[in-house]
């Protein structure tokens, strides 16, 4: 079992900066692979960023390419979300992700059986 739980979240304006966290408590050594997925009002769930445990691939919705850099820091458990050049439609609850298992790149929620809390981004133009 895994705990996820996110911070950094807040209010910003376009174009303005912020970095998300997840820490992972227990058992955690053989997390293969995490990610950050947000949903807006009204809207499903989508994937932001992933990461294969380790340092492996990474990918990034077509969205957020070139504004948004996933990273981890494995020996603590924590995931991190660079969001820089942030826009009005970036504005949702984040989630943080975790799945066990093979070492491969998850893209869709339904590929992952742990999550966070949420927190909310919102960007104001």
């Known amino acids: 079992q895994v705990q996820l739980v996110e911070s950094g979240g807040g209010s910003v304006q376009a174009g303005g900066s912020l970095r998300l966290s997840c820490t992972a408590y227990g058992y955690i050594a053989n997390i293969a692979c995490m990610g950050w997925f947000r949903q807006a009002p009204g809207k499903e769930r989508e994937g932001v960023a992933a990461?294969?445990?380790?340092?492996?691939?990474?990918y990034y919705d077509d969205s957020v390419k070139g504004r948004f850099t996933i990273s981890q820091d494995s020996a603590k458990g924590t995931l991190y979300l660079q969001m820089n050049s942030l826009k009005p439609e970036d504005t949702a609850m984040y989630y943080c992700?975790?799945?066990?298992?093979?070492?491969?790149?998850?893209?869709?929620?339904?590929?992952?059986?742990?999550w966070g809390q949420g927190t909310q981004v919102t960007v104001s133009s």
């Open positions: 992700a975790a799945q066990f298992g093979t070492w491969y790149l998850r893209t869709q929620a339904y590929e992952y059986n742990y």
């Open positions: 990461v294969v445990t380790g340092g492996g691939s990474t």
